[in-house]
């Protein structure tokens, strides 16, 4: 994603529901997609939930209820300790970066979604209609 005008990555921002976490990125996008694996249902209590990775040190999330939990070996789920918002997870895998949830951001939802990630994982109560690449690994 870039802003046309000066061909540099637009600054995406975010915050949880009561506005204690926040997080800046001036990072491009490097992917995006809905999750359907166990944990990010677990994690989030919502069937899908579609994230968007960039850069980690390009990144900023802070506020002080953000709270971290490790969901499993090498992998952290940061969250607002205050409204219980999922805000983040980060992987050992992938150490120099972040992903972020889209509905989180302040504006536009604007990520383009680009494919999903787990799908063998997926709850057959919700139908997906779309074209996107459905894949059984991902982040
Ligand atoms: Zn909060
Ligand atoms: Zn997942």
């Known amino acids: 994603m870039t802003d046309t005008g000066t061909g540099k990555p637009m600054a995406l921002s975010g915050h949880c529901l009561c506005g204690g976490v926040h997080y800046r990125t001036r990072s491009l996008v490097r992917s995006a997609g809905h999750c359907h ?10 069937p899908v ?10 990144t900023e999330l ?12 090498g992998v952290r789920r940061g969250f607002c300790g205050t409204c219980g918002s999922p805000m983040s997870f980060e992987t050992e895998r992938r150490a120099n970066e972040i992903d972020l949830y889209v509905a989180s ?10 494919e999903h990630w ?17 894949g059984e690994g991902g982040a």
């Open 118 to 134: 787990h799908w063998d994982e997926h709850v057959d109560w919700l139908t997906i209609v779309d074209d996107l690449p459905k």
């Open 62 to 73: 802070g506020g002080d209820s953000l709270r971290y939990y490790a969901s499993s070996p």
């Open 105 to 114: 951001l302040d504006a536009g939802l604007s990520v383009t979604i680009k």
């Open 37 to 46: 694996c166990e944990s990010c249902r677990r994690a989030a209590s919502s």
């Open 49 to 58: 939930t579609t994230f968007f990775t960039v850069l980690r040190e390009e």
